[in-house]
Nanobody, 121 residues
C-alpha cells in the first residue's frame, strides 16, 4: 500500500483524536503531505499540510489552533492531532502526497483511502 490513513472513530465534542498517514518510502520521499476532509454532502476541503524536509506547516482557518500536523520521517508517517473536536469536524479524512507547498487539491497526485471521523454526543 502506498498511502494509508488510519485512526478515525467516533468521539464526543471536545474530545481529541490522532490520525496517522503511513506511506511507502518511495511515496514518502515526495515533498509535501496534506490532509483533506469531506463531510457528508459537501465538497472535499483542505485541512493541513506539512513539508517533509523542513516540517513547515500550513492550516485551514477552520482548524487552526485546534489541529496539529506533524511527521516522523523515520517511520514515513504523518500525523494529524485533532483537539477540541466539533460536530462540524465530522468527515472522511484523507491524506495525499504532493510536490508543492499548496493547499489546492490539484497539487496532490496520490491519495490514500480515507478514515471516518464522527463527532457526536
Amino acid at each position: 500500500v502506498q498511502l494509508q490513513a488510519s485512526g478515525g472513530g467516533r468521539v464526543q465534542p471536545g474530545d481529541s483524536l490522532t490520525l496517522s498517514c503511513a506511506a511507502s518510502w518511495r511515496t514518502y520521499s515526495s515533498s509535501v503531505i496534506g490532509w483533506f476532509r469531506q463531510a457528508p454532502g459537501k465538497e472535499r476541503e483542505f485541512v493541513a499540510l506539512i513539508r517533509r524536509s523542513s516540517g513547515t506547516t500550513y492550516y485551514a482557518q477552520s482548524v487552526k489552533g485546534r489541529f496539529i500536523i506533524s511527521r516522523d520521517n523515520a517511520k514515513n508517517t504523518v500525523y494529524l492531532r485533532m483537539n477540541s473536536l466539533k460536530p462540524e469536524d465530522t468527515a472522511v479524512y484523507s491524506c495525499a502526497i504532493g510536490s508543492s507547498f499548496d493547499s489546492s487539491e490539484s497539487a496532490y497526485k496520490l491519495w490514500g483511502q480515507g478514515t471516518l471521523v464522527t463527532v457526536s454526543s
